[in-house]
């Protein structure tokens, strides 16, 4: 069973701009949407709160494993941790890593979030049943996107 | 100045046909009255909403297409259940997850690249 999504992209900006977007915890921030309460740091627990519409309920908790300048940032988290109840912190983490690769008209980015298969089968649920408008919302979403990408 | 392009995400996604079919109000709200009353017969499924017996009964046929509502026949009736295991599949949740990352990075790839010099 495939348990990791890897998504490529190339983006036309140079890897000291994907680096900064990457690793600054408020310009990280702005595109993840994510208010984070301070700054990246090796070994440490980053925390915020979601600011995405419909889920600024949730936390946001990550710990970052590694940050080598303009190649690798990653971090571990419970993505989508969404019952606010329940304490996640005995449960694997999945591990999303961002490698930088300089290209003629920018940067690659690969992004990777490995360890699936470790998630109990009932958090899956409870993600994918993200109460609210939020999991309607989310829907339509997914409803265009699978309609323009058949 | 090139139109902006987010065309250019490789995905490993693949179709997912249970989201396609949640994806409409009328479907949503189907799947909430079939959690709360098993084996819903077409006309409980059809009360308070403004649509036909027939429309509600192809909307509960495209969800039994995909395997999250089964058709029970009891005598000459159709009574329907909503069957949650396509939902909780592993594979529908790596959908969900990189969905969320298809938007995160469309959204940082506007990010580093919209603040460029336009020519």
Known sequence: MESRIEKRVALQAPVARVWRALTDYREFGQWFRVKLDGP???????????????????????????MEPERLFSFTWHPYAVDLQKDYSTETPTLVEFGLEKTPTGTLLRVTESGFDKIPSERRVQALRMNDGGWVEQMKNIEAHVSETP | MSPKRHSNIVATRGRSPVFAALGDET???????????????????????????????????????????RCVRKGRESRFQFNPEPIEGIREYLDFVSQQWDQALSRLKSFVEDERPRS
Do not use: D
Request: net charge positive; with cysteine.
């Open chain 1, 40 to 66: 990246f740091v090796p070994g440490q627990v980053s925390r915020g709160h979601i600011t995405y519409p419909g889920y600024e309920h949730l936390r946001w908790e990550a710990v970052v494993e590694k």
């Open chain 2, 27 to 69: 479907r949503l709200s189907l799947v909430a009255k079939l959690c709360a009353v098993q084996n819903g017969s077409i006309s409980q499924l059809t009360e308070g909403s403004n649509l036909t017996r027939q429309a509600i009964t192809k909307h509960l046929r495209v969800m039994e297409r995909v395997g999250i509502v």
